[in-house]
Nanobody
Framework: QVQLVESGGGLVQAGGSLRLSCAAS????????MGWFRQAPGKEREFVAA????????YYADSVKGRFTISRDNAKNTLYLQMNSLKPEDTAVYYC?????????????WGQGTQVTVSS
């Protein structure tokens, strides 16, 4: 059974940093794209960042470019999202996704989400 478990969310002041982790189990994802998405209250889920498996290229939403960094450790089957210079508008539930054919998806597996709250 494939599981993606996110951790690292929490409450932080604007300008602060958080590092999200997504531990995968049940299969390895070294040959599939992985990504982060988020959903704020009353809004649709949106793309945040992704990393391809073939060349390790990274992709970001314009709203987080220059502030967030996605990375992966294939040996640990873990995905990360380093979030710096956080803003109140970054407040959302963040979801890990894996099993993507390409960085833009579609993704086969999703985590349960971790809450990130940025206070002003």
């Amino acid at each position: 059974q494939v599981q993606l478990v996110e951790s690292g969310g929490g409450l932080v002041q604007a300008g602060g940093s958080l590092r999200l982790s997504c531990a995968a189990s049940g299969r390895t994802f070294s040959r599939s794209a992985m990504g982060w998405f988020r959903q704020a209250p009353g809004k649709e889920r949106e793309f945040v960042a992704a990393i391809s498996w073939s060349d390790g290229n990274t992709y970001y939403a314009d709203s987080v470019k220059g502030r967030f960094t996605i990375s992966r450790d294939n040996a640990k089957n873990t995905l990360y999202l380093q979030m710096n210079s956080l803003k109140p508008e970054d407040t959302a539930v963040y979801y890990c996704a894996a099993g993507g054919v390409s960085w833009y998806g579609p993704y086969d597996y999703w985590g349960q989400g971790t809450q990130v709250t940025v206070s002003s």
